[in-house]
Each structure stands twice: as structure tokens, then as C-alpha cells.
């Protein structure tokens, strides 16, 4: 049963079974799991190099030679991604008002508005200096990138109105009072 | 020996605090980057505080669509010039300065790593460099270029646990002014034709702790509720409930709304820059968590909220 759970976990970890609640339940209640948890995590990171300077690694090599003899496992853990819409409105508290505004936007019959200006980069955000905190730089591969998946407009629009909402009340004043903001103006903008 | 004192290490958490002082305090006129995902958008920023304490703002959109946002002290006002509408709004955020914490910066500590790891130059002006370094893997870290002089915040960015960066912000000019125009806080189109929704009415929500019905039984360690209010939400039949838990650097929104014939969403994540959000339904009910930590700190508190009796 024990066995059961950790090879379950461990999938859990390398991104499978995202959607399993029953692991996620075990997570959050049993100390246990929580401590294999981070074990396998810890276990990943000795793997991938990602340990301080002062952890001696010499048993990476000899353990990834292990490694590419076994068959490899693809993660199909997607994270989706807004496409979001210019709906304007969705910023406004009252449904009343949202109906009022989506009706005008209706009756103008507005056309989406291009991008032009916009700068799109083609690689993630990776600089040189100061990039990690305590473990060594890492190159992304594109393999790890999530892919993106559309979702249908009603389900995106709930969730954008969520993450709208949240925004107004980003209680980070000591950190950045723009950025929340800055965050609603570019989700109102994008197409 | 003369000391220069530009080049005195200071404390980082001091240094925080005075930047967030700097924030509120000083006038400034800059034009930032903000950087998420694959994409870059411009904004301009302008900000001045009265010598009556009156605070203003106005932000407006330098790339793609035209939009504004003008704060006047607790009223923000929301411009849609494409499509000739304005909303105002009671600002929320100037709300969620958590009292409850005596001492944020002490209470942040227990949680986040602070260390000045260098200098830099940003915009023109040196700054000097600070990691916010998580202690666990729930949260998100932090790396910030502060104003020697000033201690204004030049530059920010959002890590994950392996030190990739999930947003970003970053002045590409910086003006610190001793008067700001009147006229340069001022929407810049005509609103004459515009529909104005007027959204400021003063509802407040107290949390009745004996009646609580929703909780999540895991969140990280240091999140405390600050804030509960009712949010009307569009494309919702009925008000939502909305919890919104701190840890002093992190927010984290719990969204309960009641399913009323609506389509429940399960078991899906989605991202913006370093926002993550996760969505489950349980006994009718939408369970929403949105917060800017990892994907699977909202999945585990989503998954964990249930109601008690």
C-alpha cells in the first residue's frame, strides 16, 4: 500500500496524474507523504545539479548513465493559457453593467484590434547575472515548456474574471503597487 | 578615510521598507517595461502625493490597445477609449494594508530569505540588488533593484524555485520631481461621449468566524486571512465569495461562488505572467483559487477548501 502510494507520489511528481485528487488529498493531510514529498523533490534536484556548491555531486554522472538506460517517461502536464479577448467590462463589479457594456460592445460592433506594437520574444526569460538564488543556472529546454491549451470562451472568461478580480486586491504594496495594475491594463489590451 | 555612503551596505529588509515609503511618498514621472511570458508591453506611469496627503495616479498603456487607470487617493478610474467607456471603482488595494501585522517586514522575514547580492544600474540610476529568497516551495521569489537615492523600485522580477523568471517590471526612464502638473494626471481623452459606470458604493462584508462556512484545511505557512468580501462578478448569477489570504509578500484569492445551471469547471489551471489559478467544483459549488505562487500551491489549497458545518 506504502509502495503504492510513493510510486503514485513520485509520478505526481515528475507532472503525471496532475489531476489525481486522491494524491492531492493524501498531500495535504498525511505528514508522511509530505515528507516523501519533498524527499523526491530533493532527490530531483541532486539529479539535475540543482544542489549548493557545498553538496558534493560526483554521484550525478554515474546515476544519470543509470538513467538513460531506462525508458523515458513524457509528461503531458499542461498548463493553459489565456487567449484572452478585448472584453472590455469584465473589470466591473455589477453584473448589471456587465451586460450594459457588452451591449455596446455588440452594437458598435468593434473588430479586434492588432497587435502591432506588441514585442513578441521567441525564449524565456533568462539572464546571466543573479538569475538564481542558491542553485546554478539552469538551461531551459523547450521540451519543458508547457504547452498551451485553448480553452472554450465561457470557461475563459470566468477564470480571467477571477484573476481581474484578484488583481484589484494584490495586497503587495511594499513590493511593486504597478505591477497589479499593470497586469489588469495588458489583460484588458490583449486579443 | 572618507566612506562614501552610496556604498555602504544597507540592510535589506530597511531597504524595502523605505522603498515602499519612497513609493507612496515621492513624485515621479517614469516608463516602464512590463514583461510576462513571451511578451513585452510599455506602460507610463505618474504619480504625486499633495501637500494635503492626497495621492494621485495615472497609468496608461504605451503599447497595443489604448487603456488608462487614474487613481485619486481610494477612487480608481478605469478608460476604455476604443470603446468609449469609464468605470470607476473604490480602489481595493488601498484597503488591504493588513493592520493585523504589527511589524510586516519582521513577519515576511520568517518566511522569505533577504540578501543584498549586488549593485546595479538601471534607467540611468544605480541601484542596489535584493533577493527575497523563499524558504519552501509554495511560494515565489523575488529579485529587486532599489534607487540608491532615491529608493525607488527601478526593477522587479518574479522567480520560481529554479530561478527562472516569471514577470518582470523595469523602468527604462525615471524622473523624480519635485511638482507634477495637475494636467499630467488627467485622462488624455475627451469622456464626453464616453458610458461611465459608476461602481463606488461603500457595501462592506464582515466575516462572521462563528459562521464560517468555507475553509481551506492547507495553505502555506505564513498565509493568514486578511480580507473576506462578497464580489459581484460578471458572467456570475450570484455574488461570489472571496477570501484573501497574506503571508506579507504573496496574495492568494479563494473564490466561492454557488453554480447556478452554469457549466462547473474541474480540474483546471491556468496562467498569466506569475499568476497561477486552479479550478474545481464540490457540492454545487466553483472553487477558485488565483494567487502569484506556483501552480501547485493553488491546486493543493483549491483541492483542500470544504465546507464546515
Not at chain 1, 137 to 164: C, D, G, K, M, W
Not at chain 2, 190 to 216: A, C, V
Amino acid at each position: 500500500m506504502q509502495k503504492d502510494n510513493n510510486e503514485a507520489l513520485s509520478a505526481f511528481v515528475d507532472g503525471e496524474h496532475s489531476k489525481n485528487k486522491d494524491i492531492l488529498e493524501d498531500l495535504v493531510h498525511d505528514d508522511v507523504m509530505r515528507e516523501v514529498w519533498k524527499r523526491y523533490h530533493l532527490i530531483r534536484d541532486c539529479l539535475r545539479g540543482n544542489l549548493s556548491e557545498k553538496i558534493h555531486n560526483n554521484f550525478i554522472s554515474e546515476v544519470n548513465q543509470h538513467l538513460e538506460n531506462e525508458p523515458t517517461i513524457i509528461s503531458n502536464n499542461k498548463t493553459k493559457q489565456f487567449k484572452l479577448e478585448p472584453v472590455i467590462g469584465f473589470a466591473i463589479a455589477a453584473s448589471v453593467a456587465a451586460v450594459a457594456i457588452l451591449g455596446i460592445q455588440n452594437k458598435n460592433n468593434i473588430p479586434p484590434i492588432e497587435l502591432k506594437d506588441t514585442i513578441v520574444m521567441d525564449e524565456n526569460i533568462i539572464d546571466s547575472q543573479f538569475e538564481t538564488f542558491s542553485f546554478p543556472e539552469i538551461q531551459i529546454s523547450p521540451a519543458a515548456v508547457e504547452q498551451s491549451t485553448q480553452f472554450n470562451s465561457i470557461t475563459q472568461q470566468r477564470l480571467n474574471n477571477y484573476l481581474i478580480n484578484h488583481s484589484k486586491y494584490k495586497n503587495n504594496i511594499k513590493m511593486n503597487s504597478v505591477l497589479p495594475y499593470a497586469r489588469i491594463v495588458t489583460i484588458e489590451s490583449k486579443e | 578615510m572618507i566612506v562614501n555612503a552610496d556604498n555602504v551596505s544597507p540592510d535589506p529588509r530597511i531597504l524595502i521598507d523605505e522603498m515602499s515609503n519612497a513609493t507612496h511618498e515621492l513624485n515621479y514621472d517614469g516608463i516602464f517595461v512590463y514583461r510576462y511570458d513571451k511578451q513585452i508591453d510599455t506602460m507610463r506611469i505618474i504619480h504625486k502625493k499633495n501637500k494635503n496627503g492626497d495621492v494621485y495616479e495615472r497609468l496608461v498603456s504605451l503599447t497595443g490597445n489604448r487603456r488608462e487607470i487614474i487613481r485619486e487617493n481610494d477612487r480608481v478610474k478605469y478608460i476604455f477609449p476604443e470603446n468609449k467607456v469609464a468605470i470607476i471603482e473604490k480602489s481595493k488595494m488601498g484597503q488591504l494594508i493588513s493592520s493585523y501585522i504589527p511589524d510586516p517586514i519582521q513577519s515576511i522575514s520568517k518566511f522569505y530569505i533577504f540578501n543584498l547580492v549586488g549593485q546595479g544600474r538601471i534607467a540611468g540610476l544605480n541601484a542596489w540588488i535584493i533577493n527575497i529568497k523563499p524558504i519552501d516551495r509554495f511560494r515565489y521569489g523575488y529579485q529587486l533593484w532599489i534607487d540608491k537615492k532615491s529608493k525607488l523600485l527601478l526593477k522587479s522580477k518574479l522567480k520560481n524555485f529554479q530561478g527562472v523568471t516569471l514577470e518582470q517590471v523595469m523602468f527604462a526612464q525615471l524622473n523624480i520631481l519635485k511638482n507634477i502638473d495637475d494636467a499630467l494626471l488627467k485622462s488624455s481623452f475627451n469622456e464626453q461621449n464616453f458610458t461611465w459606470i459608476n461602481n463606488t458604493s461603500d457595501k462592506t462584508f464582515t466575516y462572521d468566524i462563528s459562521r464560517k462556512k468555507w475553509i481551506p484545511s492547507w495553505i502555506p505557512k505564513g498565509f493568514f486571512m486578511s480580507k473576506y468580501t462578497i464580489d459581484p462578478m460578471p458572467n456570475s448569477v450570484l455574488p461570489v465569495e472571496h477570501f484573501i489570504y497574506s503571508d506579507g509578500l504573496a496574495t492568494i484569492s479563494i473564490y466561492v461562488e454557488k453554480l447556478n445551471n452554469q457549466q462547473p469547471i474541474n480540474d483546471e489551471t491556468a496562467n498569466f505572467g506569475g499568476v497561477n489559478t486552479y479550478s474545481t467544483s464540490t457540492d454545487g459549488y466553483q472553487i477558485t483559487a488565483v494567487g502569484e505562487v506556483p501552480k501547485t500551491t493553488v491546486q493543493l489549497i483549491a483541492n483542500s477548501v470544504k465546507s464546515s458545518p
